[in-house]
Each structure stands twice: as structure tokens, then as C-alpha cells.
T-cell receptor, first 118, second 112 residues
Framework: NAGVTQTPKFRVLKTGQSMTLLCAQD?????MYWYRQDPGMGLRLIHY???????AKGEVPDGYNVSRLKKQNFLLGLESAAPSQTSVYFC?????????????????FGPGTRLTVL | GQNIDQPTEMTATEGAIVQINCTYQ??????LFWYQQHAGEAPTFLSY????GLEEKGRFSSFLSRSKGYSYLLLKELQMKDSASYLC?????????????FGQGTTLQVKP
């Protein structure tokens, strides 16, 4: 199993350009998440999805859109990139938190995408 | 609201024991996680507490006191490879979304 994969690993954009980050997981997880990580800020939730075809806003959703057309994929889009979106982006996935499964249903993280917006 | 506090940086010596504290304020508490993150890598799961007390996993232990809003991660017999950031994260009862709120992380440097 590859676990959680993210593409691309690195990207440099100019202000105003658009791009899509792809996250894929092969663990049949229901839940998927997009975070950004900035120095001194910790991981902050951008958007999340509790199942195919559903998405919801997290802590810092402005400037981002997401789609979950297939259970295994979760896409994060930047329509018009800004320098404030320079960050490391992590995708994560987990099972639906049922007691019958592992008691903690931890999130599994992808390797991250380092994005710079000039 | 919710707030999670951890020390920003800690330094310890190889072979020693170090305790990393985490305090939190949140409603609807549903578990506390510790993750390890090496520089340039993804966070990886270390431990989980939902009931008060100590959970032990080899050299790592995690403690929780729900009444005090307090947890700590204890690392024994420190090794150089333990140099990393340690992230405390709280899960809330919020419609079974599984969302986590992360602290800013504690960067641990282990010196020879």
C-alpha cells in the first residue's frame, strides 16, 4: 500500500496563477483533510470531506476550493494564488471514527507539497 | 473556543528523559493525539489518550488529565533520531467529523 500520496511535491507560482494539488489514498478511508503548515502556526485545517461528494470548510478556507469526486481522491484548488498562500500543504485521511474499529482512528498524512507564490 | 499550548522548543541530552507538556481548552473533548514530525517530513502518529491516565508504548508514554486539560509526552532513553517536532492535537465531538485542532508543536533537539 502506498498510503497517502500527494502531487506535486514542489511548486512555484506567480501571483494570480491557479493550480490544483492532488491527494490520493489507497486505505479506503472515508475522511480526508487538507492542512497548511506555516512556521510557528502549527497545522491548520483548510477543508475536509467526510465522504465521496461531500466537502466542508475548516479553519482557514478562504482562497481555496476542494472536490471529492472519488472516495480515494481529494483535490485542493487555488484559483488565484497569493503570496500569503506560500506554505507546506499536507493531506491526511482516516476511517470514520467507529468504536468497532481501532479506538483512535488516527489521521495518516501524505508527504506534503511545498508551494511558493511569488 | 479552543486553545492548545505547547512549549516552542526544548533541548535534551542523548540517553536522558524528556517531558513535553500540552495544555488545552476545548468543549466536547473526544481524545488527544501526539504526532512526531521530522524536518521536511509528514507527521506520524505516536499516541492517543481519551481516558485519564498513562499510555505506554515502548520508550514513549503519554499522559492525560481531562479535568486539568493537560497532557504530556514522555520520551525515555533519548536517541539522536528523536530530534523532531512533537505535535499535540485535540479531537472534539463535532458531528463525527474526526477533525483535529493542533498545537504549534514543540521542536526537540537531542544533543550528544
Amino acid at each position: 500500500n502506498a498510503g497517502v500520496t500527494q502531487t506535486p511535491k514542489f511548486r512555484v507560482l506567480k501571483t494570480g496563477q491557479s493550480m490544483t494539488l492532488l491527494c490520493a489514498q489507497d486505505m479506503n478511508h472515508e475522511y480526508m483533510y487538507w492542512y497548511r503548515q506555516d512556521p510557528g502556526m502549527g497545522l491548520r485545517l483548510i477543508h475536509y470531506s467526510v465522504g465521496e461528494g461531500t466537502t466542508a470548510k475548516g479553519e482557514v478556507p478562504d482562497g481555496y476550493n476542494v472536490s471529492r469526486l472519488k472516495k480515494q481522491n481529494f483535490l485542493l484548488g487555488l484559483e488565484s494564488a497569493a503570496p500569503s498562500q506560500t506554505s507546506v500543504y499536507f493531506c491526511a485521511s482516516s476511517f470514520f471514527p467507529e468504536v468497532e474499529r481501532e479506538p483512535y482512528n488516527e489521521q495518516f498524512f501524505g508527504p506534503g507539497t511545498r508551494l511558493t507564490v511569488l | 473556543g479552543q486553545n492548545i499550548d505547547q512549549p516552542t522548543e526544548m533541548t535534551a541530552t542523548e540517553g536522558a528523559i524528556v517531558q513535553i507538556n500540552c495544555t488545552y481548552q476545548t468543549s466536547g473533548f473526544n481524545g488527544l493525539f501526539w504526532y512526531q514530525q521530522h524536518a521536511g517530513e509528514a507527521p506520524t502518529f505516536l499516541s492517543y489518550n481519551v481516558l485519564d491516565g498513562l499510555e505506554e508504548k515502548g520508550r514513549f508514554s503519554s499522559f492525560l488529565s481531562r479535568s486539568k486539560g493537560y497532557s504530556y509526552l514522555l520520551l525515555k532513553e533519548l536517541q539522536m533520531k528523536d530530534s523532531a517536532s512533537y505535535l499535540c492535537a485535540v479531537r472534539r465531538l463535532s458531528g463525527n467529523t474526526g477533525k483535529l485542532i493542533f498545537g504549534q508543536g514543540t521542536t526537540l533537539q537531542v544533543k550528544p
